[in-house]
Every structure is written in C-alpha cells, then in structure tokens.
C-alpha cells in the first residue's frame, strides 16, 4: 500500500509531518491534500481538476509529482513518465495529453481542435496519443530530480532517472535551438498558454496584433465550470484560437535549427533573430518565468546526469551563460524586476507580473538583483505581508489589475511557492516562513482552490485543485528550518533523516549532492 492510500485510509487522529506520525485532529490539512491527489489520480496521472481540466496537463503534473513524492514516490515517478511518453519527435513535451475517454465536449480546445497525430507529423506528434501542440514551462526535469531524492534506492531500482534523462535532455534541446527566436540564447514563447501565465495583461501589446476567431467558431467548455468575470474575455479567447489555429495548420514548425548568438542553443555561428525578421508568427515572447524554470531544470539535469555517471560540468555552465542572458535581456533595473521581452518589436513590455519575480529560484543570480527582487515582492506594486496574503499575480497597480480575473491579479500557489524557495534560497528565511504560512493557510481555507483574491484568500476558480494540493504538501514535509526531508528506506522500513547545508540550495534539488557545480 502506498502513502497515498494509506493516509486516505488512516485512522482520525494521525498524520504524517515532516515523514514523521504524529498526533493531528481528524480533517488535518496533510489528510486533506491527500484526498485531492488520491480524488485527481486516473491510473498513470492526476488531472489538475475533475471538471474544468480532465485531462493531464504539462506543468501541472511537474508540481504535482514534487508534492506527491511525499505521499508516493512510485505514483511521482509515473506521473512523469506518463507525460513523457507523449513527448514528439522533435523534442516538445505538449501542454495537454488527452484522455481518450473523456467526452469531446469536455474541454476546448480538444483533439479534434489541435488534431496533432495529424497536422504535427511532421514534427514527431506520437500517432497513437492526442496532444495539444504548444508546450508550457520546462520544470520537469526539477520535477524528477526532486522525485528521485525522496526515494533513491526505488528510482535507481526501477531505473527512473535513466529512463526519463533522454527524453529531457531532447526537451531542453528543443527549448534551447528551436526556440531561440530572439537569437541571444532564451526561449520564446509562441502562445500565451505555453507562458502558463495565459490571460496576463503582459500579453496584451503582443495580442493586440491577432486578429481574433469568430466567436461562433468555437465553444468556451471552461465557462461551464467559472464564471465569465473571472475567466479570459471572448476578445482574447478568439485571439489564444487563432493563434493556435495557424501555428497548427503551419504544422507546428518552429524556426529552422541553427545556434545561438550567446552560446547557448544546440548550435553553432550565429544567425539573425526574429527582431531581424527570421523565426516565429505573430507572437513571440521571451519570459523571465518559463527561462528561469528552464534554468532551474537545467542545473537538475546536470545532477542527473552526474547520478548517471556522466559529467554535469557542461550542463552547469550552461546554465550560468543561460542565467546572464536572462539578466542581459529581460532585467529592468528601473524597475526592479524582470520583464518580458516581445521578440517582434524587439521592445521589453512595461507590464509588472510575477513571472518577474521567478528568476529567484535561481541560485546564480546575482545578489544585488536578488535583493531587489525581494524589496519589489514586498513594496506596492505586489505588496506581500503589508496589503496582499500571497503574491499577486499583477500588479497591484496597474491599470488591468483585476482581484477575480484569471491571472489578472489573483494570486496562484504555484508561483508563490516558487517564491518561498527563492526567499529561502536568498537569505530571506523570516520572509519565506511568514510566505510558507499564509500559503498553508490559504490552500486550506480555500478548499485547495485553483487561485485566490490575494487581498483576501477568496477561493476562485476550481476546488481541489492538483497543484495546490500537491505544492501543500510539500510544504508541509519542511522542517522548523525549510529543509526538505531525504528518505531512505532499511529493509522495506522508511528511516527520515533531515539534510542541513551551508545553504538551502537543496530546496530545488540545486545542492551538490555529490556532483559538480561547474
């Protein structure tokens, strides 16, 4: 039996903290993420909600594996093998991986929409899988290397890391070559869903060139499930259709391989960037968020290889050129913060999101950029610990600012979360814990809700959402410092033993770990 279904079925009364049974009242925050993940599990994965999203989605599955891996380390490593083997040819693991068994008319965009063992063929679309065709952050190999620390001795039994490193390492050299755009290292996005981040006023500028879908040749499933206030307005749902329609029925070709100007693509020479004219469609944007996870994925990747028995020396330097170009081409001193980049004009755009405040997770960032970092998170533009519960999702502001509105200003756990890890890892512990508690007590009283009023904690969209209930748990297997527990398992028995550093980098699976830094 599993943890998973041994915390659904234990006795009132009992929980496990820390990898420790201790005594908590019945209905214990612990007892209830566990029977959102157990709700949410389908076989071979878990959907981040039964009714608005039924299917298995990219990211989601990344963060629920890493809170999962407290419950059940075996379910966390399938969970990524699962996305994985959807993974297409050239690379791209796709957003969504469709369950043939849930109604058509369940959710839209569906397979008959993105029609991708078709149209992607070209590109290595599995034949005998539906997927969507655009992709979302590259925090999955973070996710495993994660995974594999909560149980070595079962991933290195069931050969985890050395079925998943291939697949990831061709997932990073698509990010890296095929959507290079702007020529100087950083991967661009060619969707507002692939950002994750989907209805950001960022992409207003950018969203503004689209000419929109008719309405009537789609139909919205998700205002079904939330109101209409809260959700993407019909404006720019037919700008997200008519985006992915083209890039569809162009085949979802990327621009033509080649390197990079900074050093960091799969290539070699240097080559003109889409703000030369080369590349993409309409929409092409470099974001501090997806780059940073994909930074922060690109150090776990050279630990994995070190676990492998390879050298991760090339892979950590890679992340530190990928690291500079990040601070070269999207920090904004001015304003303290990160900014995304549109690729087309070749201009930063002025909007204040969180993904500016991503990068930092990442343990090379330089100090002066993680401080202010921290003064911005906590001043007025996001207001964390004086006027918000948790981190907005925009600023507080701006003149789009919206509470309600998907992403718009409601504040998400999974970005929070990513920001405790970064508080922590900074030398921030006062700021983390106080942003770790509001985050426990939020999921809680929210009933684990897709996204909150960050004024308030006002449960929005879904309940029982995955990664809510997932990131909780993880949480909560901190000890009284932040750190993490390792396991290891005697004799079929499990033993918890807390790692102390000199740092907290093993929060992201970032410290050394017997490998090297290079």
């Known amino acids: 039996m599993d943890r998973t279904t041994q915390l659904t079925a234990r006795r009132p009364g009992t929980r496990i903290r820390a990898g420790v049974d201790v005594y908590d009242p019945p209905g214990s925050t612990h007892r209830a993420a566990a029977e959102v993940l157990a709700a949410n599990w389908t076989g071979r994965s878990t959907v981040p909600s039964r009714t608005l999203y039924p299917h298995q989605w990219s990211w989601d599955s990344a963060f629920i594996a890493i809170g999962l891996r407290h419950l059940s380390p075996l379910r966390a490593q399938t969970e990524l093998e699962t996305l994985l083997a959807a993974r297409w040819g050239d690379g791209r693991i796709p957003h969504i991986v469709f369950n043939p068994s849930v109604p058509l008319d369940a959710y839209f965009p569906s397979p008959d929409f993105w029609r991708s063992s078709t149209a992607g063929r070209a590109a290595g679309a599995p034949r005998t899988t539906e997927t969507s065709g655009i992709v979302q952050p590259p925090v999955h190999a973070l996710a495993a290397w994660l995974v594999h620390l909560a149980d070595p001795e079962l991933s290195r039994a069931r050969g985890f890391l050395a079925r998943v490193y291939p697949g990831l390492a061709a997932w990073h050299r698509y990010l890296l070559d095929r959507r290079d755009l702007g020529g100087a290292g950083l991967a661009s996005v060619v969707h507002p869903w692939e950002q994750g981040m989907d209805n950001s006023p960022a992409w207003d500028a950018p969203l503004a060139r689209i000419t929109p879908a008719p309405a009537r040749s789609f139909r919205r499933a998700d ?294 830094r290079g």
């Open 223 to 516: 205002l079904d499930h939330g109101a209409a206030e809260d959700r993407p307005t019909d404006l720019d749902y037919g700008r997200y259709v008519r985006l992915a329609a083209d890039y569809r029925d162009a085949g979802y070709r990327d621009r033509p391989g080649g390197g990079s100007r900074a050093g960091v693509g799969g290539g070699g020479g240097d080559r003109p960037g889409r703000e030369s004219g080369a590349g993409a469609g309409e929409f092409a944007v470099e974001d501090p968020a997806f780059n940073a996870l994909l930074i922060a994925s690109e150090h776990a990747l050279a630990r994995i290889a070190k676990e492998l028995g390879a050298s991760g020396t090339a892979r950590h330097a890679r992340a530190e050129r990928l690291t500079a170009a990040l601070v070269e081409r999207l920090w904004d001193p001015a304003e303290g913060m990160f900014l995304c980049r549109d690729v087309t004009t070749g201009a930063l755009l002025p909007e204040r999101g969180v993904s500016g405040l991503i990068p930092l997770l990442l343990p090379g960032l330089p100090r002066d950029i993680a401080a202010a970092l921290v003064r911005t998170m906590h001043g007025p533009y996001f207001g964390l610990g004086d006027t918000t519960l948790l981190v907005p999702s925009y600023d507080l502001t701006g003149e789009a600012f919206d509470p309600h509105r998907y992403w718009r200003g409601p504040a998400w756990f999974n970005t929070n979360w990513m920001l405790e890890r970064g508080l922590r890892l900074h030398g921030e512990p006062g700021r983390a814990d106080a942003l770790r508690t509001a985050l426990l007590e939020t999921a809680a009283a929210s009933g684990f809700a897709e996204y909150v009023d960050p004024y308030t904690g006002e449960a929005c969209g879904a309940a029982g959402f995955g990664w809510t209930a997932a990131l909780t748990l993880d949480l909560l297997h901190q000890d009284d410092h932040g750190h993490p527990p390792t396991r290891e398992r005697h004799h079929g028995r499990e033993r918890h033993q807390t790692r102390h550093h000199d740092t907290n980098e093993a929060k992201f699976g970032m410290s050394d770990q017997g490998g090297d």
